[in-house]
């Protein structure tokens, strides 16, 4: 028989604590008023003080609303039914078609032996070149995409989701604005994308609770896809406002705060959720991508910098483009050996001659003379923007890796690029 | 006799039991799930009849009321033969069982045991009854690979004890006895399994010496310009990206040392994914033998239980005292210890002490001094010589090596290898800051030759910055050249090509052979008055060094670099006045 508590004793922030007994940590609640009802989580258990995270915030709760325990922790219904559905944060449905409810799983559980994992081996291609050719997404691998706000990172994400092969693209939205939401929403159904995507949408309006919950929900039916060999693609944006969400409910528990007001904790936060990307032996996979907004273009706020010490690389996104120097997926070794013989040389190769046209360029904006070279490089520079880096691209690997060659040939002769004299040889176009 | 308390508080991985009986500090106590299951928690704070216990494991489902029992005894390792080429977590749990026990997940509640119980070792006893010992003495040895595992009398033994039996020589099995000891009537077996506890130093030996010799990495810019030697300590700060992961797992292939121990504390589990995938196909060229069969990996990621990270670390260590005892030279990579601070922090925040500096514990220096002061170098009571060798990274938060654990673990270290981001953008790697980084121990090559070297680094670093106001046609052609000369040391000497099979590891010969003929190019006074053809005689001397550095030794390709390099030298271009 389920008990219910009719006393709340305090209420600050989104947290609620009344007294209680039998009850487990993380075990969730439910809290029912006049203002409607809830679901909470236990977040602290002191004798028989409950402390309870209420997902819906308290604003309207009442020290006389009820309070029921369920027995279990968070759990969320995973079955195919769930593919082009849209849920909120906190796991309700988003889309008017009914809430499921067979077949729950635990939310947020152990993580993976590092035993079995395998070491991510596959391209994963997006038709985006300087993804492609000079920093290559590997399948299982956790990469965010650290940009300044009003950057278009959310279109760099509904590209990546549109245009990468994955059999389940799992969407959460920390925060989003309501048009963001309705902008990812648009694209995945005009790609035809949405009956193989589940979105997971917390937006700025929502309950602040929500948005913690919304990457471990898409995280675990992830995982649960993943298991049964599938292989995922999640995205997330923006893990910053997960960060702010964190911090505000730790100062809100009177956690002493370590930098900048966020958690001691906040590197194990988000390690926890970024570290659910694997492979496994049987075949299925989790590749996580995550935008990372920088406050005022700072790579060293807590957030950012955390990030950085988890994820196997960043797609660093200025000035509407993936700059090649910031940005460096750690796992491109694995694979771009296997892809093409001039892969790995016209990566490094177009990435040394286009840092030193960088380079002319500031000697010219200092008012240095220009040579011959410096002119070389600058004209080489402009193509390569113009070609390569633009958002517009869009080309398969091969065809990209031909562009670079016509562009090199275009403004250099073959030695002048340090490419190995054989690779030239055999792909250096003919006039 | 263990006592039991109930749980009276639960916060993240804190639980607080009230206790009946006597409690002791450290001691490992397990609260009961109401479904059975038994969580792993350590005490760490006693309060009259309160016990603040850190949980090794998701507290997710404890009651307040559920059973606590708690043990005498401290959190202990398990020491014996078979511990090298293990897959360890923080709580010395065998991974690669694990997942054949319980599946893909780490699912709370499992403990194994850390040897192999089924195995047989080939048992030589090195004693006849009625001989003398004391802790830690050689009884007998195994062969456990190509090391001589020897097995000793029992670590906790006071005073002079008697061999009552010793086993004949034969197979035999880590929980079997193969000796029984004496002293006043009291006898002890003692079998091949020996406890102990992580958070104490196991040392036992005639004394501890100071460190003499190189502990060659094959690291030209570690061995020549900033050395670490044998029983030694060293850090590897570095923002992220810096290489500071890489840089350890070039140091645990190529190092000339025994054993070594792979931490992997609070960092991606994708990391030690390739050092478990990929060691059981390397070979050691010194021994012939597979890179596993020297390693040790311990493996507490990120993702795993904060609380097991932070006795992951001194399991790691533990295990090194242990094969020092052995007698082996071993070497402690620990990956990282910041995260292993955190870890302290977390607690301390929910312990609610007062913070120090960033939120960290006041005793976050002191607890990283004692981690260090751990390593070293000892004669054995048998008059053998064996070493601990500690080296650390540290991840900087943004990089900025002024926070607390970067200063703490400066302080106790003997060298410091700061990793700048600026380098590695520049993909000048190992991305070691020649500038910043220092070592007190001495290298493979004389400290004067060496400084004088390093003087070009600093000569040519501030040119370069005058170079950047005033431009290249404002700077004289000596300092032009001492620049050119200072790219060239840190191109051909610093640099090395992990990618590459010869460069990715230099022997000490090389390193002074090579040593001498970049030291003759950076004395040669050169007469050129035209940069542009300067710089090209050196990006010349840069290539053809860099061939010398990619043949292997003494083949004929590097006969043929060598004479290319002394054409340079001898050309008209490079030629005295």
């Known amino acids: 028989m389920r008990k219910f508590y009719t006393k709340i004793d305090n209420i600050a922030g989104n947290v609620a604590t009344l007294k209680a007994t039998g009850v487990g940590y993380e075990e969730l609640a439910l809290v029912e008023g006049s203002w409607g009802k809830s679901l909470a989580q236990v977040i602290r258990v002191n004798g028989d003080n409950v402390s309870l995270q209420v997902f819906a915030g308290t604003r309207g709760v009442s020290t006389g609303d009820r309070v029921s325990f369920t027995g279990h922790s968070m759990r969320f219904s995973f079955s195919d039914d769930l593919f082009g559905r849209v849920f909120s944060g906190g796991g309700e449905a988003r889309d008017n078609r009914g809430e499921l409810t067979d077949n729950l799983i635990e939310v947020g559980g152990p993580a993976v032996n590092p035993a079995i994992r395998l070491m991510p081996h596959r391209m994963i291609p997006t038709n985006i070149p300087m993804i492609d050719v000079f920093n290559t997404l590997v399948e299982g691998q956790k990469l965010p995409i650290f940009s300044i706000p009003g950057e278009p990172y959310n279109e760099l994400l509904a590209r990546i989701a549109l245009q990468a092969e994955a059999d389940v693209i799992i969407f959460g939205g920390m925060g989003l604005k309501y048009d963001e939401y309705l902008f990812f929403k648009h694209r995945l159904e005009e790609g035809g994308a949405m009956n193989r995507s589940i979105m997971f949408i917390h937006t700025a309006s929502d309950p602040v609770v929500e948005c913690l919950q919304t990457p471990d929900i898409a995280l675990t039916v992830a995982e649960q896809f993943a298991i049964k060999g599938k292989r995922v693609l999640v995205l997330l944006t923006d893990m910053t406002n997960f960060a702010n969400a964190l911090k505000e409910i730790s100062i809100t528990m009177e956690q002493i705060p370590s930098n900048r007001g966020y958690p001691g904790d906040l590197y194990s936060q988000l390690a926890s959720r970024y570290e659910k990307a694997v492979v496994f032996e049987e075949g299925g996979s989790i590749t996580l991508m995550a935008v990372t907004t920088m406050p005022g273009d700072d790579v060293t706020h807590p957030v950012p910098d955390n990030t950085g010490y988890i994820t196997e690389g960043q797609f660093y996104l200025k000035g509407g483009v993936i700059d090649p120097f910031g940005s460096l997926s750690r796992l491109k070794q694995q694979v771009n050996g296997k892809t093409r013989d001039d892969h790995r040389a016209i990566m490094d190769g177009c990435i040394q001659l286009y840092a030193k046209c960088r380079e002319t360029r500031e000697k010219r904006a200092m008012g240095f003379e220009m040579s011959d070279w410096d002119n070389k490089l600058l004209k080489y520079g402009e193509s390569f923007e113009k070609q390569i880096m633009s958002f517009s691209a869009n080309v398969g690997l091969f065809d990209a890796l031909q562009q670079c060659w016509n562009i090199l040939a275009e403004h250099f002769e073959p030695r002048e690029t340090g490419i190995r004299s054989n690779l030239c040889d055999q792909f250096w176009p003919k006039k | ?577």
């Open chain 2, 1 to 577: 006799m263990s006592s039991t308390g109930r749980i009276v508080t639960v916060y993240g991985n804190m639980v607080t039991a009230e206790v009946e009986g006597t409690v002791r500090q450290n001691a490992v106590a397990y609260c009961q799930r109401s479904d059975g299951v038994r969580l792993m928690s350590e005490i760490i704070r006693i309060r009259g009849k309160l016990a603040d216990m850190q949980v090794f494991e998701l507290t997710r489902g404890l009651k307040v009321g559920d059973p606590v029992e708690i043990t005498e005894e401290l959190l202990s390792l398990e020491l014996g033969p078979g511990l090298i080429g293990m897959v360890y977590d923080g709580l010395q749990n065998p991974l690669p069982e694990m997942a054949a026990q319980v599946g893909k997940f780490l699912e709370p509640g499992h403990y194994l045991k850390a040897l192999d119980r089924k195995r047989d070792w080939d048992f030589d006893p090195l004693l006849a009854p009625g001989a003398i010992v004391t802790a830690a003495e050689n009884l007998g040895k195994v062969k456990e690979n190509i090391f001589d595992h020897f097995i000793m009398a029992p670590f906790t033994l006071n005073g002079e004890w008697k061999v009552k039996s010793i086993a004949p020589a034969g197979k035999y099995k880590v929980d079997k006895e193969i000796a029984v000891l004496e002293k006043d009537g009291q006898t002890v077996s003692v079998n091949m399994i020996q406890r102990w506890p992580v958070r104490i130093p196991l040392g036992i030996y005639r004394e501890r010496l100071l460190p003499t010799q190189t502990m060659v990495t094959k690291q030209r810019i570690i061995d020549t310009f900033f050395p670490i030697m044998l029983g030694g300590t060293y850090c590897i700060p570095g923002p992220f990206g810096a290489g500071k992961t890489v840089l350890q797992q070039i140091t645990s292939r190529h190092a000339e040392i025994d054993l070594v121990i792979v931490a992997a504390c609070g960092e991606r589990a994708g990391e030690v994914v390739e050092t478990l995938r990929e060691f059981p196909h390397l070979k050691d060229p010194r021994t012939g033998k597979t890179l596993i069969e020297r390693t040790i990996i311990i493996c507490n990621t990120s993702s795993m239980p904060v609380a097991a990270r932070e006795s992951s670390v001194y399991t790691a260590i533990t295990l090194g005292e242990y094969y020092r005892q052995v007698g082996l030279n071993v070497l402690l990579l620990a990956d990282s210890t910041s995260r292993w601070a955190q870890a302290l922090r977390e607690m301390s925040g929910r312990l609610e002490e007062i913070p120090g500096e960033e939120a960290f514990p006041a005793y976050l220096e002191s607890s990283i001094a004692r981690f260090y002061e751990r390593g070293g170098i000892v004669e054995l009571k048998d008059g053998r010589k064996a070493s601990l060798t500690v080296g650390g990274t540290v991840s900087p938060a943004g990089g900025n090596f002024e926070e607390p654990v970067t200063q703490g673990t400066l302080k106790v270290v003997g060298a410091f290898l700061g990793l700048s981001y600026a380098r590695s953008y520049a993909r000048r790697f190992p991305a070691i800051d020649p500038l910043e980084s220092w070592s007190k121990y001495a290298g493979v090559i004389a400290h004067e030759k060496v400084a004088w070297a390093h003087g070009f680094l600093k000569r040519g670093k501030s040119i370069y910055e005058m170079m950047q106001v005033v431009g290249e046609e404002g700077t004289s052609i000596d300092d032009f050249i001492i620049y050119l000369k200072s790219e060239f040391l840190d191109n051909v000497y610093l640099q090395q090509n992990s990618f590459d099979e010869v460069d990715a590891a230099c022997p000490v010969d090389r390193q002074q052979h090579l040593f001498e003929m970049v030291t003759g190019v950076l004395k040669h006074k050169f007469e050129i008055t035209d940069k542009a053809r300067a710089r090209d005689l050196f990006f010349t001397l840069t290539e053809q060094f860099r061939d010398w550095n990619y043949s292997p030794w003494l083949s004929d390709q590097m006969k043929t670099a060598e004479s290319a390099i002394k054409a340079t030298m001898s050309s008209k271009e490079a030629a005295h006045a």
